[in-house]
């Protein structure tokens, strides 16, 4: 494998032009929980509609829905060329972003037919992937510029290993991170291990520099492979930790540590304090 070192501008260039300003958005989710009630949170009826329908990337804030600021972010991070995965049909994510003009960014879109896991998500958008490596995110989560720039720049794969003290700076609790994956480096700084849903406890008792998964990975064509090997999770989904495991064993994935929060919009609680943290930001497209 190529040792991951300082990237100088000559090589920038040449990452950018070579596909390096790829991103893939996996924005197929039904929105479980997002359409479950919440006392006591107060929405505007635009809001409201959005968050029953479990449609988070269409919830607005400040006249703008969600991934939009999510693809602000990318944009904003220097990527070009941005492929949405959503879900089949009617997709109401698919049909509003078709209809969107662009300058920032060329939109493509891939469709998830079956709700089968993220892992299951991303095979959607192999033919938008090609030969490059692609950066992946979620697409209910706005993540740090400087982590999208990372990756972008980044020499083969890898993802952001968020600190546990960092995400707490932002809406995402204790709790939540039980249910996140913490990862694990050696002394190069590569991914050692991926621990799944720690449990309350081990999180509780997790140090401030624990590094937390964010689903926020630069991948290569060889993840396709490994999603292809990847078994069905206990839930019956094919999950990217699952194929990153897999992968492992043939490729090194650096492990860049960050200590920053994450905006999360899984919950309709999330909504108001998410809706604090957007207030004055721009969105550019």
């Given at each position: 494998?190529?040792?991951?070192?300082?990237?100088?501008?000559?090589?920038?260039?040449?990452?950018?032009?070579?596909?390096?300003?790829?991103?893939?958005?996996?924005?197929?989710g039904r929105g479980t929980r997002m359409?479950?009630?919440?006392?006591?949170?107060?929405?505007?009826?635009?809001?409201?509609?959005?968050?029953?329908?479990?449609?988070?990337?269409?919830?607005?804030?400040?006249?703008?829905?969600?991934?939009?600021?999510?693809?602000?972010?990318?944009?904003?991070?220097?990527?070009?060329?941005?492929?949405?995965?959503?879900?089949?049909?009617?997709?109401?994510?698919?049909?509003?972003?078709?209809?969107?003009?662009?300058?920032?960014?060329?939109?493509?879109?891939?469709?998830?037919?079956?709700?089968?896991?993220?892992?299951?998500?991303?095979?959607?958008?192999?033919?938008?992937?090609?030969?490059?490596?692609?950066?992946?995110?979620?697409?209910?989560?706005?993540?740090?510029?400087?982590?999208?720039?990372?990756?972008?720049?980044?020499?083969?794969?890898?993802?952001?290993?968020?600190?546990?003290?960092?995400?707490?700076e932002g809406n995402i609790d204790a709790?939540?991170?039980?249910?996140?994956?913490?990862?694990?480096?050696?002394?190069?700084?590569?991914?050692?291990?991926?621990?799944?849903?720690?449990?309350?406890?081990?999180?509780?008792?997790?140090?401030?520099?624990?590094?937390?998964?964010?689903?926020?990975?630069?991948?290569?064509?060889?993840?396709?492979?490994?999603?292809?090997?990847?078994?069905?999770?206990?839930?019956?989904?094919?999950?990217?930790?699952?194929?990153?495991?897999?992968?492992?064993?043939?490729?090194?994935?650096?492990?860049?540590?960050?200590?920053?929060?994450?905006?999360?919009?899984?919950?309709?609680?999330?909504?108001?304090?998410?809706?604090?943290?957007?207030?004055?930001?721009?969105?550019?497209?």
């Amino acid at each position: 494998m190529t040792t991951v070192g300082a990237i100088d501008e000559n090589r920038r260039d040449e990452n950018r032009r070579s596909g390096h300003a790829r991103a893939i958005v996996l924005a197929a989710g039904r929105g479980t929980r997002m359409r479950a009630g919440a006392a006591g949170v107060n929405l505007d009826a635009d809001q409201a509609d959005a968050a029953d329908r479990g449609l988070k990337g269409l919830i607005p804030f400040t006249g703008q829905p969600f991934l939009a600021y999510v693809l602000s972010s990318l944009a904003d991070a220097g990527y070009k060329d941005v492929c949405l995965v959503t879900g089949p049909s009617a997709d109401p994510v698919r049909e509003h972003f078709q209809r969107l003009k662009t300058t920032r960014l060329r939109l493509h879109f891939a469709v998830q037919h079956e709700p089968l896991g993220s892992a299951h998500a991303l095979m959607a958008a192999e033919d938008f992937s090609g030969d490059h490596h692609a950066t992946v995110i979620n697409s209910d989560n706005i993540y740090p510029v400087a982590a999208l720039r990372a990756l972008r720049e980044m020499e083969g794969s890898g993802l952001i290993g968020f600190r546990r003290d960092g995400l707490l700076e932002g809406n995402i609790d204790a709790d939540r991170i039980a249910g996140y994956a913490v990862i694990e480096t050696d002394e190069n700084g590569t991914l050692a291990g991926i621990t799944e849903k720690p449990g309350a406890t081990a999180a509780e008792e997790m140090s401030g520099d624990a590094l937390v998964s964010m689903t926020c990975w630069r991948f290569g064509p060889a993840i396709y492979t490994a999603i292809r090997a990847t078994p069905r999770s206990e839930r019956g989904e094919y999950e990217i930790p699952d194929a990153v495991t897999i992968a492992m064993r043939d490729e090194r994935f650096l492990v860049v540590p960050m200590t920053a929060p994450v905006l999360d919009l899984s919950r309709r609680e999330d909504i108001p304090r998410v809706a604090a943290r957007l207030e004055g930001r721009r969105v550019a497209l």
